[in-house]
T-cell receptor, first 112, second 118 residues
Framework: AQSVSQHNHHVILSEAASLELGCNYS??????LFWYVQYPGQHLQLLLK??????LVKGIKGFEAEFIKSKFSFNLRKPSVQWSDTAEYFC??????????FGQGTTLQVKP | DAMVIQNPRYQVTQFGKPVTLSCSQT?????MYWYQQKSSQAPKLLFH???????NEADTPDNFQSRRPNTSFCFLDIRSPGLGDAAMYLC?????????????????FGPGTRLTVL
């Protein structure tokens, strides 16, 4: 069955710390990968996406993610987090049907 | 700005009283989706429309139905809400559902409607 799993449910960091959120997927065939962010009280917003090509994808607000096919992973990274990055982060994957399957989400709390 | 709009943002209903949630889009996308997101959980797809073609997820309860009268609008009807249906309901759109095309597969989400069932 298709699935997406996120290793960390709750992450607490201090400002300027580096961030890496894990995401693994289980899909057969072609897969498209996404990271969405949900700031408190706001709607889901796309951070970045991978469809093909360069496995290192750069998104908005200094985020990047690396697709490692051999590890079925698509981890999200940011070298230096800010208080404003406090949010819930969802990894998601879709196949050729376009159906999006989300991971459980990771709550990131950045302490000023 | 092109966007996905959901009304109302907050909806309170009584146990068993039918309720309808609304979604509209100015993106002119072919596909519209309804998700249910319970507290601290991932969004869960209920169903989607590809143009007028309705696609129900296998585990979506019969209590949930949807209508899409035109490209711009899509409605979620909950026939007899139970306490377990209290959640955030998210509408999303995408240009197409065919995978592998960067511009067609990305889903854009509305702000959601938070449903409370008393």
């Amino acid at each position: 069955a298709q699935s997406v799993s996120q290793h960390n449910h709750h992450v607490i960091l201090s400002e300027a710390a580096s961030l890496e959120l894990g995401c693994n997927y289980s899909y057969g065939g072609t897969v498209n990968l996404f990271w969405y962010v949900q700031y408190p009280g706001q709607h889901l917003q796309l951070l970045l996406k991978y469809f093909s090509g360069d496995p290192l994808v750069k998104g908005i607000k200094g985020f990047e993610a690396e697709f490692i096919k051999s590890k079925f992973s698509f981890n999200l990274r940011k070298p230096s987090v800010q208080w404003s990055d406090t949010a819930e982060y969802f990894c998601a994957a879709s196949s050729n049907t376009g159906k999006l399957i989300f991971g459980q989400g990771t709550t990131l709390q950045v302490k000023p | 700005d092109a966007m996905v709009i959901q009304n109302p943002r907050y909806q309170v209903t009584q146990f068993g009283k039918p309720v309808t949630l609304s979604c509209s889009q100015t993106l002119n996308h072919n596909v519209m989706y309804w998700y249910q997101q319970k507290s601290s959980q991932a969004p869960k797809l209920l169903f989607h429309y590809y143009d007028k073609d309705f696609n129900n997820e296998a585990d979506t309860p019969d209590n949930f139905q949807s209508r899409r009268p035109n490209t711009s609008f899509c409605f979620l009807d909950i026939r007899s809400p139970g306490l377990g249906d209290a959640a955030m309901y998210l509408c999303a759109t995408s240009r197409d559902r065919v995978g592998g095309q960067e511009s067609t597969d990305t889903q854009y989400f509305g702000p959601g409607t938070r449903l409370t069932v008393l």
